[in-house]
């Protein structure tokens, strides 16, 4: 993938732009030495790595304001930056950039159970959020896998989901509201401790625009009572299409599953023998969780597993306490680690229409023969949230680049049968060139004149989202215009 | 005023008359909300039909003026729902015309499961719609989950027809819960609403009548579930005079808090307000109107007021807003300096002859 040269004017305006912002921070909330701006150098997509010109670490939103400012002022375009645990290289820097990041900024502000909200800063850990509010019986609901590194300021910018979405749905429909500084250095309220909003759903439009809009510095999130239990069942079959209609008629039938998962069989073999989960060796794997007391838990899964019955199992095994539980879940909890463990691996996340998983699945098989690289498959089969898991050997010239093609005629593949390029992990710089797929000239041109709209020079995270020529000319970027 | 009525069938028809057109235009569903504001009117109600119905994958997509009740018919059969449960305003406000799906997207329209479940927003997957300048945009698409690109969808929900003419919505849909019950429950005090929330029992509707201090708690789901979570219910509010209210009349009374049934045949001004839920009986106690209710937790407020009456010089600093739905006042609450000069950036942007209906949202 091509990752744009520094800009040699802006990199020589670094000293002028360390001083200024050592007039107002601490020394140690400023990096710009460049073994140290190294840590800053990539995101979880590591095969791609650029350290920043600078980087910062400020504690309150007004620092916040007063860095964009000034970075607004000398046109220093500037990554935002969580726990840098994006897969997308949302998180990339460019050479000449400043990376901000929120991780000095992880206090929770307010907790106010009767209206079931609580504030905190952006820098927050998403499973520390949880944390906060546990012990009193409540949990903030998305769940992505990241959870205990992931910060809420990048769970926002990727409007991330987990496998529990099918019930609680994603970072968007949690949150209530945002403080968030504009580029030109403008602290500005969204949302709030109500429900919906007078005019534009500005909020809604924040979530998911990856660090592009502004820096979210404080969130309200929706918190829940949590359910009284919740327990999965294991049902395998030896054939992803009966799997598939084994899900579908559980839906029909009314029954509303915290959480199906999906796994194929290089999938199931490979986190078996790491994890010893005890899996069944066969096509297709179903994980089906549900919630309630012990009467609702035995309601919904009796009437699952009569229709699971339905459809000849190879196996159905059902937990009837935590311990089974957890034994359940083992395999599917280290399915990364274990084709980790493998080989290194790509991880895509784009979604389709549950019907059309067989063909789906049959396709990336035959594709995987014609890569030569080998690929197991994860999905939350609720939601059509695939996750193909292609491995490839990193030392091996040329390999990283097969796996790319691979894993961009996937993604192809899931725009064709009516689904998207990316459910989870957001566009960043892994699909930004990819986009055009998915839509016309007139729908990212109206994407971004929403960004023209708040960053109108283009100096948030710029690079990202949008094809590098489709965005040149908004980015002031000569070299690209011409190329494309 | 004598109004021209458009009713183009095809997104190419749209496009057409947009790129030529110089003139403001009402954008028009069923009309059950809006009077025309503008002379000339371009309606919907030419692009109807359910495009796409998937009930395995929850999704159905939908042309923008197909109307709700076909919607919601189509829906039925297959024992599901717009789990929003969309309101439905036109007896109140006596308008003639007949929801569409495009209307309730565009309106944000939902109902008291909201607390639940999500608004009218949290539901849609995707939209088509046509830009001032006849270019026609899609965004999202017809999957439960989608982080491609920017999320328009949201922006277009609740936009009020200012953005754009959106033709063709998909969005999620949800299984009808087998059965129901409702709680009256006798309570001085608007907090139960809270406190219910506050449960594990996976309330799907909370209300207060102020006049006569009656809470109603819904619970809905399979027939042993429910029975369970009432007697849970039961339990925690033991100390209060509770009535239950079976699966018929619960739908009914539902149904008629959704259609505002409590405040029709009464003078003064309708009131919608939307806080903080504990803010909404305290700016009941500051109006003191001549008639009031609670849904969503407390969090929205209706209200009859006397007519001129102004609800929003009360709220001051309170964090919120409030709509006027039948008043001499604007009906959309003003918002801060900083967003108005964004949203009027995006307006712009979208619709830069200031074409589409020039008096909503201003
Ligand atoms: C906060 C709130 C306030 C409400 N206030 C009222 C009210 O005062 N009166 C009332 O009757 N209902 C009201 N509703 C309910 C809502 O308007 C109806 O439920 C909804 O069904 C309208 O559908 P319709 O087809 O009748 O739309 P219409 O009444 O024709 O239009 C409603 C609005 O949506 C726009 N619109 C409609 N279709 C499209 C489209 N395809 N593309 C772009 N824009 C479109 C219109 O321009 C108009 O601004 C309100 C809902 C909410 C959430
Ligand atoms: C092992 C693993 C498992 C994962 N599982 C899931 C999963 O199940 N579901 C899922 O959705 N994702 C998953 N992810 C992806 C990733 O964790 C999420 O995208 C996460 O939300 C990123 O958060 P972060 O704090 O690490 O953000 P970063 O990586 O630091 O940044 C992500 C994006 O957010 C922007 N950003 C960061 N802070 C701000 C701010 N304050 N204001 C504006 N923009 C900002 C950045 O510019 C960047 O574009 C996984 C990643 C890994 C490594």
């Known amino acids: ?484 | 005023m004598s109004t021209t009525s458009l009713m183009p069938s095809s997104e190419s028809d749209i496009r057409d008359l947009l790129i030529s057109e110089t003139e403001g235009l009402h954008i028009a569903g069923g009309q059950s909300r809006l009077r025309a504001t503008e002379e000339k009117v371009i309606s919907t109600c030419a692009l109807t039909g359910i495009v796409e119905y998937e009930p395995g994958a929850l999704t159905m997509v939908a042309k923008a003026g197909t109307p709700l009740s076909i919607i919601n018919e189509t829906l039925q059969k297959e024992n599901q729902q717009l789990a929003f449960e969309p309101p439905e305003y036109k007896h109140i406000l006596n308008l003639l015309g007949h929801s569409t799906i495009g209307g309730v997207f565009a309106t944000n329209a939902s109902g008291s499961r909201r607390i639940q479940v999500g608004a009218a927003r949290d539901h849609l997957l995707g939209v088509r719609f046509i830009d001032g300048l006849g270019r026609v945009v899609k965004n999202g698409g017809r999957v439960m989950k989608n982080v491609t690109g920017y999320d328009l969808v949201k922006l277009m929900a609740g936009s009020w027809g200012t953005l754009g003419i959106i033709t063709e919505v998909s969005f999620k849909v949800l299984p009808i819960a087998e059965t129901q019950v409702t709680l009256q429950i006798a309570s001085r005090e608007a907090s139960i609403l809270t406190r219910a929330m506050n449960t594990p029992y996976d309330v799907s509707g909370t209300f207060y009548d102020v006049a006569s201090g009656f809470a109603y708690i819904r619970i809905e789901g399979f027939d042993k579930s429910v029975k369970y979570r009432m007697q849970q219910l039961l339990k925690e509010f033991s100390d209060f005079e509770i009535d239950i209210f079976d699966a018929e009349e619960s739908k009914k009374f539902w149904s008629d808090v959704n259609n505002l049934a409590f405040l029709k045949n009464m003078q003064g001004d309708l009131w919608r307000i939307s806080v903080r839920p504990t803010d909404g009986i305290q700016i009941i106690k500051k109006l003191d109107p001549k008639a009031s209710y609670l849904d969503w937790s407390g969090g929205l407020v209706w209200l009859r007021v006397e007519e001129g009456f102004n609800v929003r010089e009360k709220m001051q600093k309170m964090s919120g807003h409030a709509m006027c739905l039948s008043g001499s006042f604007n009906q959309f609450h003003p918002i801060s300096t900083i967003e108005k000069t964004m949203s009027t950036s995006i307006r712009k942007k979208f619709d830069p002859k200031m074409l589409f209906n020039q008096q909503v949202l201003n």
């Open chain 1, 1 to 484: 993938m091509y990752l744009t040269d520094p800009n040699p004017k802006i990199l020589a305006k670094k000293s002028e732009l360390v001083r200024k912002l050592l007039s107002f921070l601490p020394r140690d909330a400023v990096i710009d030495d460049p073994h140290e701006t190294l840590a800053y150098e990539c995101d979880a997509l590591s095969a791609y790595r650029c350290p920043p010109m600078v980087a910062v670490l400020p504690s309150t939103t007004e620092e916040v304001a007063k860095i964009l400012k000034i970075c607004w002022d000398l046109d220093v375009p500037v990554v935002p930056r969580g726990s840098g645990t994006s897969l997308a290289g949302g998180a990339l820097p460019t050479g000449d950039s400043l990376v901000l990041g929120v991780a000095r900024m992880n206090d929770t502000l307010e907790v106010d159970y009767p209206n079931r909200l609580i504030r905190v800063q952006t820098g927050r850990t998403n499973l520390s959020v949880t944390g906060e509010v546990e012990s009193d019986g409540f949990f903030y609901a998305p769940d992505p896998s990241s959870q205990l590194a992931c910060a809420i300021s990048g769970n926002i910018a990727m409007n991330s989901g987990g496998a529990h979405c099918l019930k609680y749905g994603v970072t968007s429909n949690n949150l209530l509201g945002v403080k968030m500084v504009t580029m030109q250095g403008e602290i500005i309220d969204l949302g709030g401790s109500q429900l919906d909003a007078s005019g534009y759903d500005l909020l809604g439009l924040i979530c998911g625009s990856e660090g592009q809009l502004g820096i979210v510095t404080e969130a309200t999130l929706r918190i829940l009572h949590k359910p009284e239990g919740a327990l999965p069942v294991l049902i395998g079959y030896n054939d992803s299409e009966v799997a598939g209609q084994c899900v579908s008629d559980i839906i029909k039938a009314g029954v509303l599953p915290v959480a199906i998962e999906f796994m194929d069989r290089p999938c199931i073999r490979a986190t078996d023998a790491f994890s010893h989960a005890g899996y069944p060796d066969c096509e297709a794997l179903l994980i089906i969780e549900v919630e309630g007391s012990e009467i609702e838990i035995e309601e919904q899964l009796a009437k699952i597993i009569e229709i699971a019955n339905r459809h000849s199992p190879v196996e159905l095994r059902r937990a009837k306490n935590s311990d089974e539980a957890n034994r359940i879940w083992l395999g599917r909890k280290s399915a990364f680690g274990a084709m980790g463990q493998i080989n290194d691996y790509m991880c895509l996340d784009g979604t389709i229409p549950v019907s059309k998983l067989p063909f789906v699945l049959k396709r990336i098989s035959e594709m995987s023969k014609e890569f030569g690289l080998d690929v197991g498959n994860v999905f939350h089969a609720g939601d059509g949230n695939m996750h193909p898991l292609i491995l490839y050997n990193a030392n091996k010239p040329g390999d990283l680049e097969t796996c790319e093609a691979f894993g961009a005629e996937i993604l192809k593949l899931c725009v064709e049968v009516g689904g998207c390029l990316t459910g989870e992990h957001g566009v960043g710089i892994e699909k930004r060139d990819l986009m055009q797929i998915q839509y016309s000239a007139d729908d990212l041109e109206a994407q971004m004149s929403i960004k023209d709209v708040f960053d109108p020079k283009w100096l948030l995270n710029p690079t990202k989202v949008f094809p590098l020529d489709v965005s040149a000319q908004r980015r002031g970027d000569a070299s690209q215009e011409t190329a494309a």
